[in-house]
């Protein structure tokens, strides 16, 4: 069955420390993969767009890792702040549709 | 612009009545998503449109679900009759014409639907 798989747990990081966040797939065969934002009642905000055939992506103090062959996408925060503390959630799209599903979402949490 | 604006904010029904959420995508998107998320779920594609036409509605749980976009401003989801178990937050979204994989979707700030 088609998954995508992103840490459940809550990652606790340290202000000024880089967050890693991992998403993970399996039967998918992506042309894209994105990357959103989503704070406490509201809807998730669009951050970062990585095709198929890019390996990296960077926007400000974000980066963004796409491998097909490990079928897992890496998302970054460096130089971290409160102000990121959100839940990130991982979302791809396969060719054939403008379909975009989501993983379940990873919570951030910037401790000052 | 004003963003993809929903309503209402909060929807407390009981079992069995009719509900129905709204949606304004942003002018000139012409893909129109309607989203449902749970803790235990997610964020689950219920159905899209693509200028107006329902695309894919392989997501709508079942025929008490029904959605409709009678213009390119303007879509509703309508359940009927609601039971608890569809409580959850339902967001619709928008994206760019003719690009919708290269910038991203524009989501609503959801409905928080609570069926007692």
């Known amino acids: 069955s088609q998954k995508i798989e992103q840490n459940s747990e809550a990652l606790n990081i340290q202000e000024g420390k880089t967050a890693t966040l991992t998403c993970n797939y399996t039967?998918?065969?992506?042309?894209?993969l994105q990357w959103y934002r989503q704070d406490p009642g509201r809807g998730p905000v669009f951050l970062l767009l990585?095709?198929?055939?890019?390996k990296e992506k960077r926007k400000e103090r974000l980066k963004v890792t796409f491998d097909t062959t490990l079928k897992q996408s890496l998302f970054h925060i460096t130089a971290s702040q409160p102000a990121d503390s959100a839940t990130y959630l991982c979302?791809?799209?396969?060719?054939?549709?403008?379909?975009?599903?989501f993983g379940g979402g990873t919570r951030v949490l910037v401790k000052p | 612009d004003a963003g993809v604006i929903q309503s209402p904010r909060h929807e407390v029904t009981e079992m069995g009545q009719e509900v129905t959420l709204r949606c304004k995508p942003i002018s000139g998107h012409d893909y129109l998503f309607w989203y449902r998320q749970t803790m235990m779920r997610g964020l689950e594609l219920l159905i899209y449109f693509n200028n107006n036409v329902p695309i894919d509605d392989s997501g709508m749980p079942e025929d008490r679900f029904s959605a409709k976009m009678p213009n390119a401003s303007f879509s509703t989801l309508k359940i009927q009759p609601s039971e608890p178990r569809d409580s959850a937050v339902y967001f619709c979204a928008s994206t760019l014409k003719g690009q919708p994989k290269d910038y991203g979707y524009t989501f609503g700030s959801g409905t928080r639907l609570t069926v007692v």
């Open positions: 990585i095709r198929e055939n890019e």
């Open positions: 979302a791809l799209a396969e060719a054939a549709g403008n379909k975009l599903t």
């Open positions: 039967n998918y065969s992506p042309a894209y």
